[in-house]
């Protein structure tokens, strides 16, 4: 996509996680974390329900997320590089925070969603989530499931032909989200954000005594 279409989309997604008094600049400042703490009205209206497919062929809904935190990605397995690297700093982050506070990250669900569900198969997903956390949740779905789960989380995506060639890529927001044990949005990472800095916000942002069962 062409530079000018880009930033088009990084200003609609700065303005969608508005929710209220956000300014652009917050949202790509230095380490890409952002609280909305102290900020003027409402939550950002991110997150809602959805109907997907575990790697393990279960059904698994919204309902499935509640009671505790989880970091949400959405991406693809075909990705040649930024899937990868977000997908590496979200466990990453989470096995970070392991080490220093094991019942923090033990709060936190790390998921994943494909937006590429033609090829991302369950098969698939089940074969690549354990290249990346024991615990990570891998979902795929139907064309009209993963485009009903992105649009509740204002996820843009779109097929991207080569040319000469049946291959595709996806071009797609690359954003890590921190929902509350209540399903409501809490924070987010961008591509520019490190394990380091995920743990520092996970740290920040998960209390365990608000998950359930603990
Ligand atoms: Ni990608």
């Not at 062929?57 to 989880?70: I, K, Q, T």
């Not at 977000?86 to 080490?99: F, K, N, P, V």
């Not at 993963?146 to 954003?175: F, N, P, T």
Request: glycine share 10%; with cysteine; proline share 4%.
């Amino acid at each position: 996509m062409s530079t000018k279409t880009r930033v088009i989309l990084i200003a609609v997604l700065g303005l969608v996680l508005a929710g209220g008094g956000f300014t652009l600049w917050r949202a790509v400042q230095p380490g890409g974390i952002v609280s909305q703490q102290g900020e003027s009205t409402g939550k950002a209206l991110i997150g809602g329900a959805f109907t997907l497919t575990d790697q393990s062929g279960a059904r698994r809904s919204e309902a499935d997320l509640m009671g505790r935190y989880s970091l949400i990605y959405f991406g693809y397995t075909y990705c040649p590089d930024v899937c990868p690297t977000s997908l590496s700093t979200m466990t990453q982050g989470l096995d970070i925070l392991a080490e220093s506070d094991a019942a923090k990250a033990a709060a936190v669900q790390p998921v994943f969603i494909t937006i590429d569900p033609e090829r991302d198969s369950v098969e698939v997903m089940a074969g690549y989530a354990e290249h990346f956390h024991p615990r990570l949740l891998a979902l795929t779905g139907t064309v009209e499931e993963v485009a009903g789960a992105a649009k509740a989380y204002r996820i843009y995506y779109q097929k991207v032909e080569e040319q000469g060639s049946s291959d595709y890529l996806m071009d797609h927001s690359s954003i890590l989200y921190l929902m509350g044990p209540d399903g409501s949005y809490l924070t987010h990472f961008t591509h520019a954000s490190t394990a380091e800095d995920v743990a520092k916000g996970l740290a920040e942002q998960v209390d365990p005594a608000l998950v359930a069962g603990s």
